[in-house]
């Protein structure tokens, strides 16, 4: 049994081998050797005889494709028809890469002069800003005119701040022996008495002030930003309710002095409080006041603006600098980009320039046409002999690393 199987074995890959022999074998008895291409054989069927004279042994891969390489380039170097053709797909194709390129040194002075062009105008504009900084462009009065000012609307301020606070604690929460308006607007005890009633009621004699500072503010604020009727408009809705707020508080408190020292006292009307003296010293106190912080606290800020004007232009002069600077930077990434195009270019051109002038003019893809029917027969014979997976792998990498190097 072990005799027959063995038989049979030899038989089978006898078979196998027979199958790859070529009818240019018989015929041309003495070039059957693996590393010579009979003439009438095919590069593929090259590749098949030498995979099967190696039975398929990847090492002997490497060396195959060396001759087989050679082989070609003696054939297309012999071939004068070929090299005519070649040495016109070579003029042709160096002619196309001078195109190219030819259009990228275009582009790349377009972009030197954008480029140029930009570093011009954030050179001028640093001149600009140290001509600034090296004239005197403070306004004098403007400086003199804001410290004054700052220095009335902080009094002001704190006047505002005392009295708010002191009239909002007699309005609502002091006692109803009040004998005047002074005592009411100047209450000396209302934080203490206003803490001693509560944390709530110290916040909100503390907190008052600030609403009319915020309605201050406002006013400023709409005078800057707004324009036409609607401007005067929401200002005078401003002044409008704190007038009405003020007059409340004044009412609050003359009606207290009143019930205080009329001993006949009767209901207290709206007429009798307009009547009141103590009701226009709160009014005068407190509106009058808020008025003039407004006026001057505008008055402040639009000297500062006055005094600071140099600040604004350079703030200005800078921002464009620094998108003149990302504009560069844009610029400069697409130079770069070129000039890496162009050397590519070069290169090729160089390369095929060598090939041209060296007299061999190969066609590379020929070349590697050749070298893949070569190898596909290779393979052919590696499946038909069930060799392994990782053998064909090992096979394909050796021949990739070979085409890889073929310029």
């Keep these: ?130 001509e600034i900084k090296s004239s005197d462009k403070t306004d004098i009065m403007a400086k003199v005119n804001f410290y004054i000012g700052l220095s009335i609307a902080v009094l002001l301020a704190i006047y505002l701040f005392v009295f708010y606070s002191s009239a909002s604690f007699s309005a609502f929460f002091g006692n109803d022996n009040i004998t005047g308006a002074g005592e009411a607007i100047l209450d000396s005890h209302c934080y203490s008495e206003a803490l001693d009633n509560g944390i709530g009621q110290l916040l909100f004699i503390l907190l008052m002030p600030v609403i009319f500072l915020g309605l201050g503010f406002l006013i400023h604020q709409f005078g800057e930003s707004e324009t036409g009727v609607s401007k005067y408009i929401k200002i005078g809705c401003l002044f409008l309710v704190t007038f009405i707020f003020d007059a409340l508080l004044a009412f609050e408190i003359s009606q207290k002095v009143y019930l205080t020292t009329d001993i006949d006292a009767t209901q207290y009307t709206v007429t009798m409080a307009i009547n009141s003296p103590d009701f226009w010293i709160v009014i005068f106190s407190g509106f009058v006041a808020y008025v003039i912080w407004g006026m001057v606290f505008d008055f402040t800020l639009q000297h500062f603006d006055k005094m600071n004007t140099h600040t604004k232009e350079i703030k200005v002069l800078e921002d464009k600098i620094k998108n003149k600077k990302v504009s560069l930077d844009e610029v400069m990434l697409q130079i770069n980009a070129i000039q890496l195009k162009i050397n590519e270019l070069d290169t090729k051109i160089s390369a095929l320039q060598t090939r041209f002038n060296s007299g061999s003019l190969i066609d590379t893809n020929v070349l590697r046409r050749a070298l893949s029917d070569f190898f596909n027969g290779w393979v052919a014979y590696m499946t038909l002999a069930a060799k392994p997976e990782t053998e064909k792998d090992r096979a394909t990498d050796v021949y990739n690393s070979f085409i890889a190097n073929i310029q």
Excluded at 46 to 63: E, F, H, I, Q, T
Excluded at 77 to 97: G, M, T, V
């Design 1 to 130: 049994m072990e005799n027959n199987e063995k038989s049979t074995s030899g038989i089978n890959l006898a078979q196998i081998r027979n199958l790859f022999r070529t009818r240019s074998d018989d015929r041309e008895v003495g070039r059957t050797s693996a590393n010579i291409r009979n003439r009438q054989e095919t590069y593929h069927e090259w590749g098949v005889r030498w995979s099967g004279n190696a039975d398929g042994n990847v090492s002997a891969l490497n060396p195959a494709l060396q001759s087989c390489y050679s082989q070609n380039v003696t054939e297309q170097n012999d071939n004068i028809d070929l090299q005519r053709e070649n040495q016109i797909n070579i003029e042709s194709e160096i002619e196309r890469y001078r195109g190219k390129r030819n259009g990228e040194d275009i582009n790349l002075k377009s972009k030197e002069h954008e480029k140029k062009r930009l570093e011009e105008e954030a050179e001028d504009l640093r001149v600009k800003i140290d």
